[in-house]
């Protein structure tokens, strides 16, 4: 006969394994799903993804100012070429940055964004943007950046955003971590391998 006080330890054995592999799980799943969350609620001032702006056009309009910063470790100057622009809502605007790498050898950066108030996230929608993707710049190269946008009419439709007459659109440039820095050269020699193979057999 199985002794009911070991069959009992294994249960409670068994219990405390499954908290804490449920508790590992959710440590894994909690940043995508708090990236999910922000995204759909533009919660924090998340912007939204767009692949086309709205048929409908308000009358209204909207500022839109713009602002950047550029973490210290990262060695490039980074601004908006424009302070603020006015536009219609569902209407598209193009705004562009600019950056220059004063440092001595190629660097990498990413952008974090958001805009302000924070509770207009949910109705500012990019349709392309530089931040989506990491930026490169050779020693004192310098490019611009754009990003192209709107603000979805609906926004006129929320009691709690009837008081937004200008919304923010801030960028933070960042370097990249060494491991992202170098899956990210390793992805630009692959992709240049092609462009000088062709340029081979044209000679």
């Known amino acids: 006969m199985a002794d009911p006080l070991k069959a009992r330890n294994r249960r409670v054995l068994g219990i405390c394994l499954g908290v804490v592999l449920g ?3 959710l440590s894994y799943a909690s940043v995508p799903l708090y990236n999910l969350f922000c995204r759909v609620t533009g919660y924090g001032g998340t912007t939204q993804v767009a692949t086309s702006a709205p048929t409908e056009i308000s009358d209204r309009t909207i ?3 713009f602002d950047a910063s550029t973490n210290p ?3 490039w100057r980074f ?3 424009q302070l ?4 219609r809502l569902g209407e598209t605007g193009l705004a562009f940055y600019e950056a220059t790498n004063h440092g001595a050898v190629r660097s990498w950066g ?8 924070q509770k207009v996230g949910q109705y500012f929608s990019k349709i392309a943007c530089f931040c989506f993707t990491e930026q490169h710049l050779e020693p004192g190269q310098s490019i611009d950046m754009p990003v192209t946008f709107f603000v979805d009419p609906r926004i006129a439709d929320d009691p709690n955003a009837q008081d937004v007459h200008t919304i923010t659109l801030s960028y933070t440039f960042f370097p990249l971590e060494e491991e992202e820095r170098q899956r990210a050269e390793r992805s630009l020699a ?3 391998e092609p ?3 062709g340029a081979v057999r044209s000679q």
Do not use: I
């Not at 603020?84 to 536009?87: P, R, T």
């Not at 990413?110 to 108030?117: D, H, I, L, R």
């Open 23 to 25: 508790m590992v799980g």
């Open 63 to 65: 500022k839109v100012r």
């Open 73 to 75: 470790d990262l060695p």
């Open 79 to 81: 601004k908006p070429k």
């Open 84 to 87: 603020e622009m006015e536009l």
């Open 110 to 117: 990413t952008a974090t964004f958001n805009v302000t108030p």
């Open 190 to 192: 692959a992709s240049a």
């Open 195 to 197: 462009e000088q193979a």
